[in-house]
Every structure is written in C-alpha cells, then in structure tokens.
C-alpha cells in the first residue's frame, strides 16, 4: 500500500504564497507520478500539477504561470510553490499518485487533504 502524508496550506490573503509538501511511504514502486489535484466548493476535482517517474511536468490550464510543482524522487515528496494566489483558489488540495497512461494519470492513492483559502 501506499501512504501521502501533505503538510502546509491554510489562510493567505490575494496575491501571497503557500507551499504544500506530500511525502509517500509504503510500496512507492506502485506509481510513477504525483502531483496535485484540487476541488472548490460546488466543483469537480482538478489537476493543478503533475511531475512524473521520468521529470515531465504538466499544470492545469488554470495555473498560469503562478503556481510550480516539483518533485524529490529520493525522499518520495512532491512540493507544489502557489504564488500570486487568488481568492477562485479557495479549495481543497488533494495529493495523488499514480500511474500514466495514454489519456493522462490514473490516480489511486490519495492524502487527505489540505484546505487552502484565500481571502480577497
């Protein structure tokens, strides 16, 4: 099995900064990508950033720039830097891993969730 442990987030006010951390434990040979998913109030899950096995990174449409995920294969972390954060960012982040395949990450592991606010 596979065990995300997140750290970080809580309230920050428009245009400040978080840093969230995900560390995995357990079976890590049972993906090859982490990343950051995320839900606002009312909304579906989305992708915010993803960092695979091999170093290639893919953010959601919505990150423009503000926002950078990175990845420690040694220590089995993924950090995701929000800069410039605004109020649509209020959600609940989601740390994931799992494995790619040819439509995208099929996500099976989960952390528990950080909520992030931000206030306007």
């Known amino acids: 099995q596979v065990q995300l442990v997140e750290s970080g987030g809580g309230l920050v006010q428009e245009d400040g900064s978080l840093r969230l951390s995900c560390t995995a434990s357990?079976?890590?040979?049972?993906?090859?990508?982490m990343g950051w998913l995320r839900q606002g109030p009312g909304s579906q899950r989305k992708v915010v950033g993803v960092v695979t096995n091999s170093g290639r990174i893919e953010y959601g449409a919505f990150v423009r720039g503000r926002f950078t995920v990175s990845r420690d294969n040694a220590k089995n972390t993924v950090i995701l830097q929000m800069n410039n954060l605004k109020a649509e960012d209020t959600a609940v982040y989601y740390c994931s891993a799992g494995s790619v395949r040819l439509q995208g990450v099929d996500w099976e592991y989960w952390g528990q969730g950080t909520q992030v606010t931000v206030s306007s």
């Open positions: 357990g079976d890590t040979s049972r993906f090859n990508a």
